[in-house]
């Protein structure tokens, strides 16, 4: 089954927690804090697998979430870091954060690799909060939550030429003579449903990567027929070739066909009407195809088109089609695609605020990851860990907001489960 779009949801690996230890040694019966720090989260990785076709591990297994780093531990000890989670995608793959839209990475190289969540920092632990005045601290850290998402994962074929036209104008066919590519062909409509890829090697050393994009017909950029679901892939493709029916077998006129696909392909992205397009004026060997070919070829012509008459069932024509696509193909730029052009990496721990602080019924509620942070590497029942909060708190510029919302001694502030009265 060809799949080519899925929706899951990552979560990188939350970082272990810092411990809470002291030397307890022969010599040393009260020694200072060794307090190991927590290790590091795994973190979510995309890489382009050259192997892979399809998005079809994705189409029923929709929750990927990376290994926790260890929890510190004494003597020093750093706990292990968590695993991290690799997920093999083809080449070609777009990488998309749903909430906001943006692309976050476009691998089209094999082995290229993006990391999508990472991983939570590991939290410190006691030793790292002594001081002269606080020689025993009783607190560590909490390893810091991992970077969490849902994310959409878009697969455009990578494909040097895209084989464009109208349902049953002869693409598969094309296609299955000039490589060892097997679309499936009959002699309906929409026979193919999925792209298909063939390698076209016209000499030694020349060869290049031509794709059967299922047929278009009018208001295909709007969803009809296929539509939306196979004009993306064309997007990646240097060069078009544009098969026509000038037998006219389904009773339509070729020059508008020719009108029709190409009106589709500018109404979906104008910059698709911009690619360089051969022109196959197929199935001339069919009774009728005189009727139409002369004039349909004078007309594309006068507007700056090579056209190449053919039978992709007899092969005539081909090799010469074949040939000016290879030539062609070598004077154009390799480029990147040109929506990677428009990258924009979204960072989500940038984009969300640090702290929010509401009032509800008198009470000033303050919430926020900057918040889960500290409350979770103080232990509320040590006197000295409680100073560190304070300390914390009015570094993180908490302290501040309260003011200037208007909060006066003695009103209730919360945080998460923690409750205090504020005073000066």
């Known amino acids: 089954m060809f799949i080519d779009r899925a929706r899951i949801y990552i979560k990188a690996g939350d970082g272990g927690d810092g411990a809470v230890s002291f030397r307890r040694e022969k010599y040393t019966p009260a020694g200072g804090p060794d307090g190991g720090d927590g290790g590091k ?22 929750h990927f979430k990376a290994r926790r ?5 004494g003597s020093n000890c750093t706990g292990r870091s968590g695993e991290d989670l690799i997920l093999n995608v083809p080449v070609g793959t777009l990488i998309k954060d749903e909430a906001a839209g943006n692309i976050l990475a476009d691998l089209t190289r094999p082995g290229q690799s993006f990391v999508a969540a990472r991983g939570g920092r590991g939290g410190k632990g006691n030793q790292h909060f002594a001081t002269p005045s606080r020689q025993a601290p009783k607190f560590a850290k909490k390893g810091e939550p991992g970077e969490e998402r849902w994310i959409i994962i878009e697969l455009k074929l990578l494909a040097d030429v895209g084989l464009v036209g109208y349902p049953n104008a002869g693409k598969s066919t094309l296609l299955s003579r000039v490589s060892s590519a097997k679309p499936k062909i009959a002699d309906y409509p929409f026979t ?4 298909v890829l063939g390698v076209v090697t016209v000499d030694a050393g020349n060869s290049f990567v031509i794709a059967d994009i299922p047929g278009l017909i009018e208001g295909a950029h709007q969803g009809v027929g296929l539509g939306h679901d196979f004009l993306k892939h064309v997007e990646r493709t240097k060069l078009l070739i544009h098969v026509v029916d000038v037998a006219a077998v389904e ?16 109404s979906y992205n104008a910059a ?18 005189e009727k139409y070919l002369e004039l349909f070829m004078g007309t594309i012509k006068s507007r700056g088109y090579e056209v190449f008459p053919i039978s992709a069932a007899t092969g005539k024509g081909v090799r010469e089609l074949m040939l000016h696509t290879a030539e062609a193909l070598q004077k154009l730029p390799e480029g990147k695609p040109f929506e990677a052009m428009e990258e924009v990496v979204y960072d989500i721990k940038k984009e969300q605020p640090s702290f929010t602080i509401r009032i509800e019924n008198g009470v000033f509620i303050v919430e926020g990851e900057r918040v889960r942070r500290i409350l979770g590497s103080v232990n509320l029942n040590d006197h000295e860990s409680l ?32 409750e205090f009265d504020y005073i000066e």
């Open 192 to 195: 193919t449903i999925t792209p």
């Open 387 to 418: 100073r560190y909060f304070q300390l914390a708190i009015k570094k993180a510029g908490i302290l501040d907001a309260l003011k200037d919302m208007g909060i006066k001694e003695g009103d209730t502030v919360k945080m998460y489960d923690f």
């Open 69 to 73: 780093g260890g929890n510190g531990s």
């Open 272 to 289: 698709l009407a911009e690619k360089p397009q051969v022109v196959a004026a197929n199935k001339i060997d069919l009774p009728g195809s």
């Open 251 to 266: 009773g339509r006129n070729p020059l508008e066909d020719f009108d029709v696909i190409n009106n589709e392909l500018r």
């Open 41 to 62: 989260g795994g973190d979510i990785v995309f890489v382009a697998n050259e192997n892979m076709r399809t998005l079809m591990d994705f189409q029923y297994k929709k």
